[in-house]
């Protein structure tokens, strides 16, 4: 990876952990287990858009959420995003 693909990851907040993104939490497709209510910290509620679920089951989810590795937004009431390190990215596929 160059540091010119690098760059969409930052470190608004000053994580420990270094810089890192928020990937989108949705996957294509229905899967009944993979669509349930997220609340924002905000309170706002979420659900997967049209046409998609959430890319994993819920308990999957609040184990990455009690991590501190869902990103709800600067304000906290965005839909959910996974956190990614730029420490854990292997590469891209070409």
Known sequence: ??????KVYKNPNNDP???WRAIPM?????????MYEITAPSGDKH????????SMIEPEFLKLREAGRIYFGKNGNSQPG?????SEVEGFVP
């Not at 990876?1 to 690098?6: D, S």
């Not at 949705?26 to 993979?34: I, L, V």
């Not at 996974?82 to 730029?86: C, S």
């Open 1 to 6: 990876m160059t540091e010119e693909q690098a």
């Open 17 to 19: 952990k270094g810089r």
């Open 26 to 34: 949705t996957a294509q497709g229905y899967r009944p287990n993979q």
């Open 47 to 54: 659900y997967p858009p049209e046409g998609r679920c959430w």
């Open 82 to 86: 996974v956190i990614r390190y730029l």
